[in-house]
């Protein structure tokens, strides 16, 4: 170090003031990465909790579509089981009708009911097999 007229120590004194400027600044800076990483660290968290509760969501939506699914399938079981049944009383009601004239008109208007019920039935049956089909759909796209 030279010495200049006295300013050896002012020299000497400012370059300790910067640096224990630049050592607060420092110190600040660390503390706001801690503070920026401990809110990072809480952010991760509460969306890994998120996340698990979406999971967890799904699933529970996915068995309801499943539970949906088995229930579209004994109700269509059921129509079907009905469907039968209201072409074996069709088939009952025309073997009757050949008894007499008019018991016959009148079967014959129970026939016509029965199967314009049973169609009904089947285009009931084929509606809910498409909703079944769209819900496997749904259940397939869900799976996690």
Do not use: Y
């Given at each position: 170090?030279?010495?200049?007229?006295g300013?050896?120590?002012?020299?000497t004194?400012?370059?300790?003031?910067?640096?224990?400027?630049?050592?607060?600044?420092?110190?600040?800076?660390?503390?706001?990465?801690?503070n920026?990483?401990?809110q990072?660290?809480?952010d991760?968290?509460?969306?890994?909790d998120?996340?698990?509760?979406?999971?967890?969501?799904?699933?529970?939506?996915?068995?309801?579509?499943h539970?949906?699914?088995?229930?579209?399938?004994?109700i269509?079981?059921?129509?079907?089981?009905?469907?039968?049944?209201?072409?074996?009383?069709?088939?009952?009601?025309?073997?009757?009708?050949?008894?007499?004239?008019?018991?016959?008109?009148?079967?014959?208007?129970?026939?016509?009911v029965?199967?314009?019920?049973?169609?009904?039935?089947q285009?009931?049956?084929?509606s809910?097999?498409?909703?079944?089909?769209?819900?496997?759909?749904?259940?397939?796209?869900?799976?996690?």
């Amino acid at each position: 170090m030279r010495h200049i007229g006295g300013n050896v120590c002012s020299v000497t004194h400012l370059q300790w003031m910067l640096l224990r400027k630049l050592a607060e600044q420092s110190s600040a800076s660390a503390g706001q990465i801690t503070n920026l990483i401990k809110q990072i660290q809480d952010d991760t968290k509460q969306s890994v909790d998120v996340i698990n509760e979406v999971k967890k969501e799904v699933a529970s939506g996915i068995d309801l579509a499943h539970e949906t699914e088995w229930n579209f399938t004994q109700i269509l079981q059921s129509m079907q089981h009905v469907a039968d049944q209201i072409e074996e009383m069709s088939a009952t009601a025309q073997q009757m009708s050949a008894g007499s004239q008019p018991v016959s008109a009148s079967i014959s208007n129970v026939a016509q009911v029965s199967k314009e019920t049973s169609v009904s039935t089947q285009n009931v049956a084929a509606s809910v097999e498409e909703q079944m089909a769209s819900m496997e759909e749904i259940s397939s796209s869900w799976k996690v």
